[in-house]
């Protein structure tokens, strides 16, 4: 078990920028950031591995970038040039083993999951 939370929402204009965390409780393998919306519910956007791979969703890549800081158990997520469809609760979740990197955007493979952040991008 590993308890998460989120930080750095807010709402900003149209081509803004922020920066999501994720503090985790203890170290874990698998980790990655969802969003939900009412079009995009349970929508993987990002995910990081233990060997440091990297995964993106088609929709995001060019403006968002994961990151951790495995010395504060912290995960990242830098979000740039913000649309407003890119509005949702925002959520990092934690899997204790890794998975392929086909995997590692569906929902189904974590099991610890943060309260969210809410990201509100006007227009």
């Known amino acids: 078990q590993v308890q998460l939370l989120e930080s750095g929402g807010g709402s900003v204009q149209a081509g803004g920028s922020l920066r999501l965390s994720c503090a985790a409780s203890?170290?874990?393998?698998?980790i990655g950031w969802f969003l939900q919306s009412p079009g995009q519910e349970g929508e993987g956007v990002a995910a990081l591995d233990s060997d440091s791979s990297t995964t993106y969703a088609d929709s995001v890549k060019g403006r968002f970038t994961i990151s951790k800081d495995n010395d504060k158990n912290t995960l990242y997520l830098q979000i740039y040039s913000l649309k407003p469809e890119d509005t949702a609760i925002y959520y990092c979740?934690?899997?204790?083993?890794?998975?392929?990197?086909?995997?590692?955007?569906?929902?189904?493979?974590?099991?610890?999951w943060g309260q969210g952040t809410q990201v509100t991008v006007s227009s």
């Open positions: 979740a934690a899997s204790p083993v890794r998975w392929p990197e086909r995997r590692r955007l569906s929902q189904d493979v974590y099991r610890d």
């Open positions: 203890k170290y874990t393998i698998s």
